[in-house]
């Protein structure tokens, strides 16, 4: 439960910064984990990014705001960290359909987004298969992007970078290199150094020489929640983390770990209903 308190602690600090400026690695520092896992934590606890709950709750607040009608349209959009009239007109019609100035007509329809408090929810009704390794580190080698991302930012470059990588022929590269080190498999791994997101690499863990066209990475020393998953990707795996993330991890004793996450890709097709991956989830003992 001091896992789930500590969340809403960091949801009250964005809930009083929604006229300032919002810094994630404050909100972060509350919940008491890293910039990158707090990001993570967050979007598969809420089911939408924190920059994106930050723009619908400030514009919920500009809504209401306007309805009143005792402020010009140009001072909301200041107040809520909008440098133009434009930005803050943009905003403001991607979450209620309409320009600021048509809110302040009466018996107009305004989309309003509550503040988000997170509860324990016990489910258990779909069995989920893992083991806790504890593992000494290990070298990756593989393509590699260190473009900054945000949560937001993975969704959308992450599976552009798979699709880069495989129309060059990079996994077959990859598997090339293989030599039977452990985990055994191509691996998607976001790397985490000093707390903050600091590459996301396609590999696999391997003794070889790093061919000039590739990158290596040490995966320090840690223990790991390994999660069997089955089922055909994409959603298969994506609907794994947000269960291990929203049903074990807050009862499980352990809380996320500043080192990598991994997915590991075993041969197959990943279509197939029966198609075997694993996801390997950071932790430490609260």
Same mark, same amino acid.
């Given at each position: 439960?001091?896992?789930?308190?500590?969340?809403?602690?960091?949801?009250?600090?964005?809930?009083?910064?929604?006229?300032?400026?919002?810094? &994630?690695?404050? /909100?972060? %520092?509350?919940?008491?984990? =890293?910039?990158?896992? !707090?990001? +993570?934590? *967050?979007?598969? #606890?809420? $089911?939408?990014?924190?920059?994106?709950?930050?723009?619908?709750?400030?514009?919920?607040?500009?809504?209401?705001?306007?309805?009143?009608?005792?402020?010009?349209? &140009?001072?909301? /959009?200041? %107040?809520?960290?909008?440098? =133009?009239?434009?930005? !803050?007109? +943009?905003? *403001?019609?991607? #979450?209620? $359909?309409?320009?600021?100035?048509?809110?302040?007509?009466?018996?107009?329809?305004?989309?309003?987004?509550?503040?988000?408090?997170?509860?324990?929810?016990?489910?258990?009704?779909?069995?989920?298969?893992?083991?806790?390794?504890?593992?000494?580190? !290990?070298?990756?080698?593989?393509?590699?992007?260190?473009?900054?991302?945000?949560?937001?930012?993975?969704?959308?470059?992450?599976?552009?970078?798979?699709?880069?990588?495989?129309?060059?022929?990079?996994?077959?590269?990859?598997?090339?290199?293989?030599?039977?080190?452990?985990?055994?498999?191509?691996?998607?791994?976001?790397?985490?150094?000093?707390?903050?997101?600091?590459?996301?690499?396609?590999?696999?863990?391997?003794?070889?020489?790093?061919?000039?066209?590739?990158?290596?990475?040490?995966?320090?020393?840690?223990?790991?929640?390994?999660?069997?998953?089955?089922?055909?990707?994409?959603?298969?795996?994506?609907?794994?983390?947000?269960?291990?993330?929203?049903?074990?991890?807050?009862?499980?004793?352990?809380?996320?770990?500043?080192?990598?996450?991994?997915?590991?890709?075993?041969?197959?097709?990943?279509?197939?209903?029966?198609?075997?991956?694993?996801?390997?989830?950071?932790?430490?003992?609260?």
């Amino acid at each position: 439960m001091d896992w789930i308190q500590r969340l809403n602690e960091a949801v009250d600090y964005i809930e009083n910064n929604l006229d300032q400026d919002v810094n &994630v690695e404050v /909100a972060a %520092k509350i919940a008491t984990c =890293s910039t990158f896992h !707090f990001q +993570r934590m *967050f979007t598969y #606890i809420a $089911g939408v990014t924190i920059g994106e709950y930050i723009r619908r709750r400030r514009m919920t607040l500009a809504a209401f705001e306007l309805i009143q009608g005792n402020q010009k349209v &140009v001072d909301i /959009a200041t %107040k809520y960290g909008y440098e =133009s009239p434009t930005a !803050f007109n +943009r905003a *403001f019609q991607a #979450i209620h $359909g309409m320009a600021p100035s048509m809110a302040k007509n009466q018996g107009v329809s305004l989309t309003v987004y509550p503040r988000i408090t997170f509860t324990l929810s016990i489910k258990g009704d779909e069995v989920m298969n893992f083991r806790i390794e504890k593992k000494d580190g !290990f070298r990756i080698v593989g393509f590699a992007t260190k473009e900054p991302m945000t949560m937001e930012d993975c969704f959308e470059k992450v599976p552009l970078f798979w699709s880069e990588v495989m129309k060059k022929g990079g996994i077959e590269k990859i598997c090339g290199i293989m030599d039977g080190a452990q985990p055994n498999g191509v691996l998607g791994v976001s790397t985490c150094d000093d707390g903050a997101f600091s590459g996301y690499f396609i590999a696999a863990a391997t003794h070889a020489p790093c061919p000039q066209e590739m990158e290596e990475y040490m995966v320090p020393e840690g223990t790991w929640a390994i999660f069997d998953c089955i089922g055909p990707m994409p959603h298969a795996i994506q609907n794994l983390q947000q269960r291990i993330i929203t049903e074990w991890l807050p009862t499980s004793g352990y809380e996320y770990a500043a080192a990598p996450d991994i997915e590991v890709y075993f041969e197959g097709d990943q279509g197939a209903s029966d198609y075997r991956s694993q996801v390997w989830l950071p932790i430490v003992k609260k």
